[in-house]
Each structure stands twice: as C-alpha cells, then as structure tokens.
C-alpha cells in the first residue's frame, strides 16, 4: 500500500513559470474537477471565479493581491477566487452548517485534478478580501473564502520553510 503518486508530488510552488499558458479546456477540467466533489446534501455551496493571466478578469483581480503573494501570484496562468455560500438570500439562514468545509473538499479536488495534469497550485488568503468583494459585487451571502494560483512550476520554484513536515497533525488514538 502506497500514498497515491499525485498525493505524494502535490506541493505549492513559490515561483511559477510566466511562459506557460492554461487553455480553457484545462480550465473547465480544473472546474469539472471541482463540482464532482462531495458536499453535505449535495448542496454544492462554492463558486468559483477564474481569470487567465492577461484577461479582463486578470486585471480586476491583480489590484487586490497582497505584498507576500503578489510576486508569484501574478506569474501564474490562472487565478481562481473561491467563494463559499454562507447564507440563504436576504435571510440570516446558514446555507449549509458545512459551506467552508464543503469549499475546501472542492478546491482539494481541484488542485489534485491539477496536479494529475502537470499543473501546480497555491491555495492563499493573501488579498484584500473587502476590496476584492466589492470589485467582483459578491452579494452578502456569498463569502470569497481562499483564492488559487494555479500554472506550471518554474524551474526554481521552492516549497515554504517547513511545508514539507506533517508533524502537527494529530490521529487517535495513538497507539
Ligand atoms: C487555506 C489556505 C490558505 C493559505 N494561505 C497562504 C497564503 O496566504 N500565502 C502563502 O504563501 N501560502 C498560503 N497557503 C499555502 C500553505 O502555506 C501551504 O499549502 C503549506 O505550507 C503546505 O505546503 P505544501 O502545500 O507545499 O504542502 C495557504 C494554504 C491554504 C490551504
């Protein structure tokens, strides 16, 4: 028994490489990837907002990026803002108790989708969430969660200082 291959090579790269381009056959795969995750009464509470480097929607994005993930951010082919569905509309009814875990099922989906396809991912909070909620006019019960640079790794690309240890997580029973 082995930990899957994807698994085991997924990382997050600090640096991505600034040729490479993502069609939009991979994006739609990345996304397809997404919607086939599981969700708490298949309730599916995510939207996911996706901009190619360059496009209009790139630019309405790039403003927002904080100082630490600017750099490799915008060298990124794809951003992708991801959104949980916290509240029915004009109620204050939780959508679903499980919008937040649902979302990162869903994104776990599709930055392993990703990997399996050569890309990689860097899941960040890194942005100015007021102002980026206010640029994409996300209504009141929808929350930007997370945002995703995904492309292709450059060559010198590094993991963060301690990434690669697992030590904190914790299983019971210990034995
Ligand atoms: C919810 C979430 C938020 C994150 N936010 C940031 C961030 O703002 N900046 C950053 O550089 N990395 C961020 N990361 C990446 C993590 O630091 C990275 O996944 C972790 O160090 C493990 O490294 P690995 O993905 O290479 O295994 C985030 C990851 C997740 C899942």
Same mark, same amino acid.
């Given at each position: ?38 969700? +708490? @009464?298949? &309730?599916? #509470? $995510? !939207?996911?907002? =996706? ?7 790139? /630019? ?5 990026? +904080? @100082?630490? &993930?600017? #750099? $490799? !951010?915008?060298? =990124? ?7 949980? /569905? ?12 499980? !919008? ?76």
């Amino acid at each position: 028994m082995e930990l899957l291959p994807v698994l085991q090579q997924r990382w997050s790269p600090n640096e991505f490489d600034m040729q490479h381009e993502i069609s939009a056959g991979e994006v739609d795969l990345l996304l397809e990837a997404a919607r086939w995750a599981p969700s +708490a @009464g298949n &309730s599916q #509470p $995510w !939207a996911f907002h =996706a901009a190619r480097r360059g496009d209009a929607r790139w /630019h309405q994005l790039t403003p927002h990026l +904080a @100082g630490s &993930s600017r #750099p $490799w !951010a915008m060298q =990124a082919s794809l951003l992708v803002v991801n959104l949980s /569905h916290l509240y029915v509309a004009d109620t204050d009814w939780k959508y679903s108790e499980f !919008a937040a875990y649902d979302l990162g099922q869903a994104v776990a989906h599709m930055t392993i989708q990703a990997h399996s396809m050569g890309l990689a991912c860097r899941q960040f909070r890194g942005f100015d969430k007021e102002a980026l909620t206010a640029t994409l006019e996300v209504p009141d019960h929808w929350e930007i969660t997370t945002m995703t640079a995904v492309g292709q790794a450059a060559p010198t690309a590094q993991r963060s200082p301690g990434a690669s240890s697992r030590d904190n997580t914790i299983v019971w029973p210990r034995d």
